[in-house]
């Protein structure tokens, strides 16, 4: 009988150090993420927790440390090659969803695609598809000030999975929403994660949302306190 195959590394940080003026925020955090893991960032507020996830996302840069995405090190890339590779490699899912508001739910879910110059029939295809994936197919002509907060949220993953990343980024993602809608979402995020082979680092004081995670790395300071593996996940 074969051994199973070994998901690829995706992502590998080591030894990140990062401050705001004077004061420390990271001190030494590495961690290593595979093609479709979910991963769980949890900790106290002040922990570093959104800090370690826009050093990841290359949004900043670390004090000291070195980030490699698959075979490239954020690290030597300029300006433009990191805005290049987020858009390509890189979705984000914000707590506050950040959808353009004088656009409609189908239009913030096609931006990324039109800025990648992805073919109109293919974005109008790609987007019609997800948006009924996640469940919002029928609010497609909808502003979001029309939206709820669940479908606002639905149409921010929609955005942030319609250019097929591999690394997927989100900050609170249910912290938002009531406990309903928030369990959805989750269970929206874990299907979506396996079907498409995403990694997902999900930044959470929620224990339901690590829950969906396969491990929880947990701050405290600016250091990794723990690092466990999920009793209900497994890669």
Do not use: W
């Not at 433009?80 to 879910?109: K, W």
């Not at 955005?159 to 980024?169: E, G, Y």
């Amino acid at each position: 009988m074969s051994a199973p195959v070994q998901p690829s590394l995706l992502l590998r940080a080591s030894d990140l150090h990062h401050a705001y003026g004077e004061r420390p925020v990271l001190a030494g955090v590495s961690l290593r993420l595979h093609a479709g893991e979910r991963v769980a960032l949890t900790g106290p507020s002040g922990s570093g927790k959104t800090t370690l996830l826009n050093l990841l996302g290359g949004v900043d840069r670390p004090r000291s440390g070195r980030i490699d995405v698959e075979d490239v090190c954020l690290n030597d890339l300029d300006g433009d090659g990191l805005a290049a590779l987020r858009r390509r490699s890189f979705g984000t899912i914000f707590q506050f969803f950040h959808l353009l508001p004088t656009l409609t739910a189908a239009e913030n879910v096609e931006l990324p695609l039109q800025l990648l110059g992805v073919p109109a029939s293919e974005r109008l295809d790609r987007v019609a598809s997800l948006l009924e994936r996640v469940g919002v197919a029928h609010r497609a002509d909808a502003p979001p000030g029309q939206l709820s907060g669940g479908e606002m949220q639905r149409v921010a993953i929609a955005r942030a999975l319609v250019h097929r990343p591999r690394l997927l980024l989100a900050d609170e993602p249910t912290g938002n929403l009531d406990s309903r809608n928030g369990q959805r979402i989750l269970e929206l995020l874990r299907e979506l994660t396996d079907a498409t082979g995403t990694a997902l680092v999900l930044v959470t004081h929620s224990s339901e949302a690590a829950a969906i995670c396969h491990r929880e790395i947990r701050l405290r300071d600016g250091i990794i306190e723990a690092e466990t593996a999920s009793s209900n996940e497994r890669l």
